[in-house]
């Protein structure tokens, strides 16, 4: 690797340089919606979780979603290996008011 090269890999973001998602998790077919199997041998399973908007919830909320995942997460069998992916979703333009009555509060100023 040249001196130019190792230069512009500091600024190569890390999902560029985590490759593809089948080196994880070697998927060789899916046998359902949800269940997989694996090219060396056993099953998976997807599932996925709702956003949790830790803003509007209060401490005593939050807390027992979170012990509602950890309890879900116990049942899995021993030797399961979990491994979480996030999809992020942007590009969607946010709601807005006509008019505001507050001058600050209008966006498209």
Same mark, same amino acid.
């Not at 001196?3 to 899916?30: D, H, L, M, Y």
């Not at 694996?38 to 956003?51: A, M, P, Q, S, V």
């Not at 979603?65 to 491994?83: F, H, N, T, W």
């Given at each position: ?18 490759? !593809? ?6 998927? +060789?077919?899916? $046998?359902? %919606?949800?269940?997989?199997? @694996? ?24 807390? !027992? ?6 309890? +879900?997460?116990? $049942?899995? %069998?021993?030797?399961?290996? @979990? ?27």
């Amino acid at each position: 690797m040249t001196r130019a090269n190792t230069e512009q890999a500091k600024f190569v973001p890390w999902f560029a340089k985590a490759g !593809a998602a089948c080196s994880i998790v070697p998927i +060789a077919c899916f $046998v359902g %919606p949800n269940i997989f199997t @694996l090219k060396g041998g056993g099953y998976g399973c997807l599932f996925g979780l709702t956003e949790i908007d830790e803003e509007g919830l209060t401490e005593h909320e939050l807390e !027992a979603r979170m012990r509602s995942i950890e309890d +879900a997460l116990r $049942v899995l %069998p021993e030797g399961s290996c @979990l491994y979480q992916y996030a999809h992020v979703m942007s590009g969607f333009e946010l709601p807005h008011q006509k008019t505001y009555t507050n001058r600050h509060a209008d966006i498209r100023q």
